[in-house]
């Protein structure tokens, strides 16, 4: 008896470790840095530094919040516009990462087991190179006589790029909505193709089989099971793509111009060029509200798809 409730013992305190572990690296990592910056947001700026929230005097404790800035971001025309537009830019990158990534990927988990892994190791291949250099890249080939900006204007592509108003003029496609969402597609295409792939991959293809015995074509079958079985790998590869790019600041501020402005670049700029740490820390605190959303619908995909596979 004594033995048996000792054996219960350890596997309650190995089961609590492995949960606290997790648990303990999302508070230091996360939430306390979260509640610091939170903070940061309802204080006042000083000269060069941030008041503290709690201050005493004559020994009596007084806490000052400033709720300002929160005000602000609701009826500055700035913010309002940069989250839409970060939000917009994102959710035009992700679909296009989809309809880019999902042929990508049904390819490589339909491809002979003995190439499967040339394929991803292809995918994996541009994180072998700085993600800045691979941005800078797109600077040289998008400017004037680089290869992709030749190619665009010699396919009369920029004709049409124009009359969708995503460049100004034929010729002059940095610095425009087309660059931006280019760059980010390019940088962001191997979080969509992986996800997807390890779905793909995975499915039982015997239900196709059943699915042409009952009569279905082969795009009635990929539209009726293949893309429902893939819907979990669907919103995981959404979200690794969709998160990122509403905070992006890098791909923007090297392809994107003054009418392509994110919230990652009105983030630094109130921090760096206005100084003015409690607003950009509010502008933050929105931010990763926005993304909240998002994070808590991949979660309830992920916990379906490992109840699926179970």
Not at 83 to 104: D, E, M, R
Not at 107 to 133: G, I, Y
Not at 148 to 165: E, H, M
Request: overall charge neutral; charged content about 15%; glycine content about 6%.
């Amino acid at each position: 008896m004594t033995m048996r409730r000792s054996i219960r013992t350890a596997r309650g305190s190995g089961r609590l470790a492995v949960i606290a572990v997790p648990f303990g690296w999302l508070l230091l990592s996360f939430l306390l840095p979260f509640l610091i910056v939170m903070k940061i947001s309802l204080s006042e700026m000083d000269t060069v530094a941030v008041k503290d929230l709690l201050t005493f005097t004559d020994g009596i404790p007084k806490l000052t919040l400033k709720f300002s800035n929160y005000a602000l971001l609701l009826h500055d025309d700035l913010y309002l516009l940069t989250y839409l537009a970060s939000l917009k830019y994102a959710a035009v990158t992700t679909v296009l990462c989809l309809a880019i990534g999902y042929p990508f990927a049904y390819f490589m988990a339909r491809a002979r087991a003995s190439v499967q892994p040339a394929l991803l190791m292809l995918v994996m291949l541009p994180f072998w190179t700085s993600f800045l250099l691979r941005v800078y890249a797109w600077k040289g080939l998008l400017a004037e006589h680089g290869w992709v900006a030749d190619l665009i204007g010699a396919t009369g592509l920029d004709r049409l790029l124009v009359a969708l108003d995503l460049i100004p003029a034929q010729g002059q496609l940095m610095n425009t909505p087309f660059s931006l969402v280019l760059g980010m597609t390019y940088t962001y295409l191997p979080f969509m193709i992986l996800p997807l792939y390890a779905n793909l991959a995975k499915m039982d293809l015997r239900l196709l089989e059943a699915a042409s015995d009952l009569g279905a074509s082969a795009w009635v079958a990929f539209w009726k099971v293949t893309v429902p079985l893939s819907r979990a790998g669907i919103v995981a590869g959404s979200m690794l793509v969709f998160i990122p790019c509403v905070g992006e600041y890098v791909v923007p501020e090297l392809l994107g111009g003054p009418q392509t402005q994110m919230i990652g670049r009105t983030l630094w700029d109130e921090f760096f060029s206005n100084n003015d740490w409690p607003m950009a820390a509010s502008v933050a605190v929105v931010m990763v509200l926005l993304i909240i959303v998002p994070l808590a619908v991949f979660n309830k995909y992920q916990v379906e798809g490992a109840e699926v596979g179970r």
